[in-house]
């Protein structure tokens, strides 16, 4: 059994920056690839970004391209997503989740993806 645990959210201003982070344990989440979702209040959680296993292949949803970078340590069994230029619209809570070791290449559906997170606020101030 997989568990994750995501740190750094916050309340930032708009234009401003976060790092979250995503500690995995208890498995070997370190050979799948490692995808962040979002929900924000009354919507469906979202894909964000996936990073594959060994870091060297990315995808990020149009809304966060350019802005978002989501890198790993497999030596420290973390995944971070650096959040820059920060817009309102990216309030939610934050999710990171490990993809099931059945799917092929770079999920971005909820189905996806077998462990999640409890997730991260983060707050974005106009």
């Known amino acids: 059994q997989v568990r994750l645990v995501e740190s750094g959210g916050g309340l930032v201003q708009a234009g401003g920056s976060l790092r979250l982070s995503c500690v995995a344990s208890?498995?070997?989440?370190?050979?799948?690839?490692m995808g962040w979702f979002r929900q924000a209040p009354g919507k469906e959680r979202e894909f964000v970004a996936v990073i594959s296993w060994s870091g060297g292949s990315t995808h990020y949803a149009d809304s966060v391209k350019g802005r978002f970078t989501a890198s790993r340590d497999n030596a420290k069994n973390t995944v971070y997503l650096q959040m820059n230029s920060l817009k309102p619209e990216d309030t939610a809570v934050y999710y990171c989740?490990?993809?099931?070791?059945?799917?092929?290449?770079?999920?971005?559906?909820?189905?996806?993806?077998?462990?999640w997170g409890q997730g991260t606020q983060v707050t974005v101030s106009s």
């Open positions: 989740a490990t993809q099931r070791n059945d799917i092929y290449g770079l999920g971005t559906r909820l189905y996806e993806y077998a462990y």
């Open positions: 208890g498995g070997t989440a370190n050979m799948y690839a």
